[in-house]
């Protein structure tokens, strides 16, 4: 039986994982966490996209768990209504926070999957019959394929295909994402602020206790160590001292939090997603920041990745005809989600003003179907493929 290892426990991972063993291959994951990993924003699902959970037979477990977010209030600094952002460009059509979302498909691939946590690969050596892997902790092992599916800052990437700043490119902003009690009594909407550069965002939804907060602040790339959550939250705080509105309760929040998400807007771009033996699948190959329908496109690519190692008789084939299928829509995704940063930080007074006018002309009713088709049409490029033959 072909052995395949994926490095990587989040989405994109136990989703290739839960298709591969599907179409009989035997599957080892890699998590470098000492478990799965919880917390994050929420993630949605909107038009085509939803195919992979249909397939996957998930939408009920999803709905179950899903955030259903109202609408977002843009606010004024003394917390006056100045537009708002209906749910379908917030939330799309099925909303899940991203750590229940991992562990529903951890829950679902954990009987047929081998998972190792806290641990990871430090080498991969190809030869004609296989990759050679060696990892931090674990003893030496030998696999048919290596699928890096290990997030935007990829370890198999790095080994594979060489360091991350040849692959990545900064957007210009940073974005944090922590929750805080919900002092501001939200009940499934949110409420959104902006001052020159910088941007908050606060949502409640399932838990009615927690506000979700996410930060967002414009910034040429910064030094510093991403596994340092401290630092992290100086500099956050740093940005956002002398905001108003709610940014003083809400920075109180930021000094308690023990789950704070931080990273720059960033995209992964490579020529080819895959070298020999290893590929890479997600965030990994083609990141496009937030924004950019990234958690459907994980999965529908390691869907299309595992069903075309079924379908061809060799990996290179394989690897070919999936990056062809999911190579648009990994394009689409990285166009839609240059706008994220200033989005919600707007350069200027200005830009903050227009925004509000933006959204106030959109939610009129001849223009309510132009912004549904613009907040899906990413979503939509995807048609999967049909692999139950080879299932
Ligand atoms: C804890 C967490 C919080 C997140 N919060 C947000 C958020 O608030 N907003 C947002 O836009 N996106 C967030 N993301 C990213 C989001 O999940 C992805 O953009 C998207 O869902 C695609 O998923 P992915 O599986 O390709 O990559 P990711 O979700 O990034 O998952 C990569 C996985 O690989 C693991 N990993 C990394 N390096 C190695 C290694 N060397 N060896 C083994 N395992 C490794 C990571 O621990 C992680 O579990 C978050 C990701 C994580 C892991």
Not at 258 to 263: A, K, M, S, V, Y
Request: with cysteine; aromatic share 8%.
């Amino acid at each position: 039986m072909t052995k395949i290892l994926i490095s990587g426990a989040s989405i994109a991972g136990p989703t290739a994982a839960y298709w591969l063993r599907r179409h009989g291959f035997e599957v080892t994951v890699v998590e470098q966490a000492p478990a799965l990993r919880a917390g994050g924003s929420a993630v949605d699902f909107r038009g085509e996209q939803l195919e992979i959970l249909r397939k996957m037979g998930l939408v009920a477990a999803i709905e179950a768990r899903s955030t259903r977010m109202g609408d977002v209030t843009i606010v004024d600094a003394d917390g006056r209504f100045q537009a708002r952002v209906p749910s379908a460009v917030m939330s799309g059509e099925l909303e899940i926070p991203r750590g229940e979302l991992s562990r529903i498909l951890f829950e679902h691939t954990r009987n047929t999957t081998e998972y190792v946590f806290g641990d990871r690969i430090t080498a991969l050596t190809e030869h004609a019959g296989g990759v050679d892997v060696t990892f931090a902790k674990g003893a030496p092992r030998t696999f048919d394929l290596v699928i890096g599916a290990d997030g935007a800052h990829s370890g198999v990437r790095s080994l594979a295909f060489g360091p991350e700043r040849d692959f990545t490119t900064h957007l210009g902003h940073y974005a944090a994402y922590y929750t805080v009690p919900n002092h501001l009594g939200l009940d499934h909407e949110g409420r959104m602020y902006a001052e020159p550069g910088i941007g908050a965002m606060v949502t409640s939804s399932i838990d009615r206790d927690r506000m979700g907060v996410l930060l967002v602040f414009a910034a040429e790339p910064l030094c510093y160590d991403r596994r340092d959550t401290e630092q992290h939250k100086r500099i956050l705080t740093d940005r956002f001292r002398a905001a108003g509105w709610e940014l003083p309760t809400l920075l109180e929040g930021l000094a308690r939090t023990d789950t704070l998400f931080f990273d720059a807007l960033s995209q992964v771009r490579l020529d080819k997603w895959s070298k020999g033996r290893v590929a890479l699948v997600g965030d990994a190959a083609w990141s496009a920041g937030a924004g950019g329908g990234g958690t459907g496109l994980a999965m529908a690519g390691a869907y299309v990745l595992a069903g075309e190692l079924a379908e061809n008789p060799g990996h290179d084939q394989a690897f070919a005809a999936y990056e062809r299928i999911i190579r648009p829509s990994a394009k689409a995704g990285q166009n839609q989600a240059r706008q994220t940063g200033g989005f919600f930080a707007p350069a200027t007074a200005r830009a903050i003003r227009g925004r509000g006018r933006v959204y106030r002309v959109l939610n009129t009713k001849p223009l309510n179907g132009l912004l549904t088709w613009l907040v899906n049409r990413t979503a939509n490029t995807i048609d999967l493929p049909d692999y139950t033959r080879a299932a």
